[in-house]
């Protein structure tokens, strides 16, 4: 398959479903989405539910579910909450320490960079 293609699931998804990206797509991430692990002080709840969030609304394509599809949405959101916690929780750093306020001067000279102006 090429690059940026979808690829076709099995069973076929039902009319309306999303399909998986596949090459060059599947490696983008949302810039939204903020890195958790090894922090001092520690990631908190609220920034591990905050960032569940936003991958939930990336893949689902909705900033903001109807009333029809609040309870799954809530339901994904728990689920990689719970996911992202335990992944947190089991890893072992072998890097430096980050700081937020060291991640957010990174973010300002990438966003710099990208602008022609770094």
């Known amino acids: 398959m090429g690059?940026?293609?979808l690829?076709?699931?099995w069973p076929p998804p039902r009319p309306g479903a999303a399909r998986v990206a596949v090459g060059r797509d599947a490696l983008a991430m949302?810039?939204?989405i903020r890195v958790l692990y090894n922090f001092a002080p520690p990631t908190t709840l609220e920034e591990v539910?905050?960032?569940s969030r936003q991958y939930v609304r990336k893949v689902s394509g909705l900033p903001h579910?109807?009333?029809a599809d609040e309870v799954p949405f809530e339901r994904a959101v728990e689920e990689v909450a719970e996911a992202t916690a335990r992944l947190l929780g089991s890893?072992?750093?072998h890097t430096a320490v980050r700081?937020?306020?060291g991640e957010r001067e990174k973010a300002r000279l990438r966003g710099l960079r990208?602008?022609?102006r770094g």
């Open 65 to 67: 579910p109807s009333a």
């Open 114 to 116: 990208r602008t022609g």
């Open 7 to 9: 690829r076709p699931s």
């Open 3 to 5: 690059r940026g293609r």
């Open 30 to 32: 949302c810039r939204n």
């Open 49 to 51: 539910r905050a960032a």
């Open 99 to 101: 700081t937020r306020e």
């Open 91 to 93: 890893l072992r750093a």
